[in-house]
Structure formats: C-alpha cells, structure tokens
C-alpha cells in the first residue's frame, strides 16, 4: 500500500482475523413464489433448499408476515426471497444506473459453460446480454429473474481475479483522494471523479 494514506479505509485489513467464510444467502422480495420457483429450480437448474412461515421478522419484531424461499447452488450458497402478502410494488428506481449496477453473479465452471447458459436461457425465452469479456478478466452474461433482479452467470477468465489485493488499494487511495483533493479546490467532485476514470482507463488500452 502507497505510505501517503490518509483514509481509515485505506488504512490496512481487520485486526479481528475473522473474514465470512462464503456466501450464505442473498434475499429479495418476491411478489410470485410460482413464478421464482419454477425460475430457479427449472431454469437455474436450483434445488428448493429451505423453506419458513413467520408473522413477524426475528430480528426486528416487525409485523411482516411471509413465507420466505432458499434456493440452493452447487457449493451450498443460497438465494432466498420472501413474499408478504398486501405489499405495495416496489417503488422505481431514481436512475437507471440503479436498475444496471444492482446485480447478482453466480460462477459457472468455465467459458464454455458461460455459452451454455447463453443458449439455455435465450431457449427459455429470456432476453440474455453477452457474452461480454471483462478486460480478460471475466466472461458474463446478464439477464432477469422475474423479479426484474439483474442476474449474471460469470466464469473468471484469470485464476488471480480476486487477488488484486495492492493495486485495489491503489486505485481505492487514488479514488478517495481525488475527492478530498476536488472538496479541499472546491471543485466538483463528480468532474473530478470523471476525470480519474478517463485517465485510469487507458491501462487497459494497452
Ligand atoms: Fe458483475
């Protein structure tokens, strides 16, 4: 890590030698179990893993009634959706980048996999996008649930993809200073932050 660092979140790892093991569950309101059953299980090729009855939220005492759904994948991850009835529909987005950058990527075993998908979903009559190749990094295809849940099958294209451990912590300096320094010049931020991405990106032009 570059020794100028001013950030806390620059500032090195946890100290508590305690990092989550995998992905346990990922959840989302359903407002049709039918429908995301037979998404996950027929199309995804998921098995039904779990399934619960509460009138109110464990956690937060909440008086939110629902059946709530886990679907399983190959390594044991799930992921899990609640319906409750009486739910309004979920308020739209207040840009579209939202309904872009939300997503959820599940790893297939290889390229060829990832094609696989392609055809099997678009035979399934989904709108499929890609493949697309992520600066060799990845290869990814995208599509919907019919929750409208941003969903991508991913396969890393370089066995060291999460690993990039120094430069992330480069970039991420580099990222945060570049606000401060915007804030401290009071210029706009946003430019500033534009301008960083137009410079940085050329290291893939290479
Ligand atoms: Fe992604």
């Given amino acids: 890590m570059p020794d100028t660092l001013t950030h806390p979140a620059?500032?090195?790892?946890?100290?508590?030698?305690?990092?989550?093991?995998?992905l346990n569950h990922a959840a989302w309101i359903t407002h049709d179990v039918a429908a995301t059953t037979e998404f996950y299980t027929k199309v995804m090729g998921m098995e039904l893993a779990s399934t619960i009855f509460d009138d109110k939220v464990p956690s937060t005492g909440d008086a939110f009634p629902y059946f709530h759904i886990f679907f399983r994948m190959q390594d044991g991850s799930t992921i899990a959706f609640f319906e409750a009835p009486g739910l309004p529909p979920k308020a739209k987005s207040s840009h579209p980048a939202y309904d872009v950058f939300?997503?959820?990527?599940?790893?297939?075993?290889?390229?060829?996999?990832?094609r696989r998908w392609h055809d099997w979903l678009t035979e399934n009559g989904l709108e499929v996008l890609g493949p697309v190749d992520h600066k060799g990094e990845f290869l990814s295809i995208y599509f919907h649930d019919p929750n409208g849940i941003r969903l991508e099958i991913t396969t890393p294209m370089n066995a060291e993809w999460n690993a990039h451990t120094s430069q992330g912590y480069a970039d991420l300096?580099?990222?945060l200073s570049t606000k401060e320094k915007a804030k401290a010049e009071g210029r706009d931020v946003s430019e500033a932050l534009v301008e960083l991405i137009a410079e940085e990106r050329k290291r893939y032009e290479a």
């Fill in 10 to 22: 620059v500032d090195g790892p946890s100290k508590s030698g305690l990092t989550p093991v995998m």
């Fill in 102 to 114: 939300d997503h959820f990527a599940m790893q297939a075993k290889d390229a060829d996999e990832v």
């Fill in 173 to 175: 300096e580099k990222w």
